[in-house]
């Protein structure tokens, strides 16, 4: 809980209730991983958040500012949150003609993920809650995260380390803080986020390092059942790297050896960092 | 933009950064007018308030506190707005074991509308943006609104009052910031709210005050085309009372008796509030 924070540039972890992000939801946020000061992926970090900023309109923070600013919170380990809100307004849903953005930069304490969960593979559930479509937002880190928040409540055993999502068509969509990867006749499989689900950094990473290794790379709408006829189930993020999935109800699988290879290809790519 | 805040009791316009109704719009809103300290249609907007706690599963605030922070920042006219968030936890989407919920109540000026909106009807559009439909919060007025905040983004004119918001279906939902009421053969017909919308308190009004008249109410699925079909049209939400809609694109409405009707009930209770 204990965080440092920087909002503008100023070292204060409050904003105002008045603020957009606050009222409505009205903005975007990033969480990456540094370590010794190094914001690991950060160029497909910025990418992105550049991206959910202009799905919404909202001016991207320069680059040099937010760098500047990671190392002032992270010098060390951290997680390193960037949120950008449309800033503070009246009560409507109209946009402020001037806007004056918030940008916040909090650093939290690194994860304490088991390591035998990258190693052995995890459980996973398949959640009930089924995300909706808006097209306008699909694959954009909004604010407007209430589904992942309902669909997390769902199951109390720590046994369970992630619950996946199906749109209303019962597509796989992802996780409820990843994205997810089948391995099928030794290729890569990830859902398309063109309707809903949250496209992460981490997934761009993983794309360009399949497809430098000549793996072929498959996105397109996944029907749930098709998880079994995967040979291999991955799920990733920036703060866990690549978890296999090991075991889905009645399903399960070994981790395989295409997951084991991005593992290791993920590993150099932060090494390099 | 100058409100008078209080939040849990405490006259502080600033909230955490680390609240999860900043992160992830984990909590809920009801905005309301106050007259000369009476806070107006006060039971339902509570009601509504309770309902959209347990749908999150936050605790309800007491009704007393309310009161009393109401009476606090809103001795005479103004416009009140109630949130509820889960309050300040870690990163994770997971509910913190121990909520310790954060209430604000700021108080607002008036709006001002000038008086020719609510006697001689409004223009309004149909907007782009399609709702999403998640059952599990429709009805809700979670902190989730960039659906409304984008739709509202649409349009410039200052002649165009309001938007009308469809599903994918192509069923009337709601407006960006009110509700939806058509008269067909005399009987007021408003959308149901089952897989998206907004359920306001003066909807809730509405439907008593007509019923207390012995006017039909009809809550069903109303596909857009239907308002071809309507003898009048009007908006409704807590601060803008009755706004009869008189164009539509190239479809045009008197401002019909129904409305007059529901216009003078609305008048007479809060005059008795």
Not at 86 to 94: L, P
Not at 182 to 202: D, E, N, W, Y
Not at 218 to 230: Q, S
Request: with cysteine; charged share 25%.
């Amino acid at each position: 809980m204990t965080a440092l924070v920087l909002a503008n540039g100023e070292p204060t972890a409050s904003v105002s209730s008045l603020d957009r992000g606050f009222a409505f939801g009205d903005g975007v946020f990033r969480t990456l991983q540094v370590k010794a000061g190094h914001p690991l992926n950060w160029d497909r970090h910025f990418r992105r958040l550049a991206h959910d900023c202009n799905a919404l309109g909202l001016p991207v923070p320069k680059e040099d500012v937010l760098r500047s600013e990671m190392a002032h919170v992270a010098p060390g380990d951290a997680i390193v949150k960037i949120t950008v809100t449309r800033g503070v307004s009246g009560r409507g849903y109209s946009k402020p003609t001037e806007t004056q953005p918030l940008r916040v930069v909090a650093a939290f304490p690194p994860p304490e993920y088991p390591r035998e969960l990258a190693r052995d593979g995890i459980r996973v559930r398949r959640c009930d809650l089924v995300l909706s479509e808006q097209p306008r937002l699909a694959g954009v880190k909004t604010l407007n995260r209430l589904e992942n928040v309902l669909a997390r409540s769902e199951w109390f055993d720590a046994a369970i380390r992630e619950g996946l999502l199906c749109d209303a068509a019962g597509r796989l969509v992802e996780g409820t803080m990843s994205n997810v990867f089948l391995v099928i006749a030794g290729a890569l499989h990830t859902p398309a986020l063109t309707r809903c689900g949250v496209s992460g950094a981490q997934r761009d990473r993983i794309r360009d390092l399949a497809l430098s290794q000549g793996i072929a790379f498959d996105v397109r709408d996944i029907p749930f059942g098709e998880l079994r006829e995967a040979e291999e189930v991955f799920l990733a993020n920036s703060l866990i790297g690549i978890w296999p999935v090991v075991v889905l109800d009645n399903q399960a699988w070994k981790v395989g050896p295409l997951t084991r290879r991005l593992q290791a290809l993920l590993a150099e790519d932060d090494a390099a960092a």
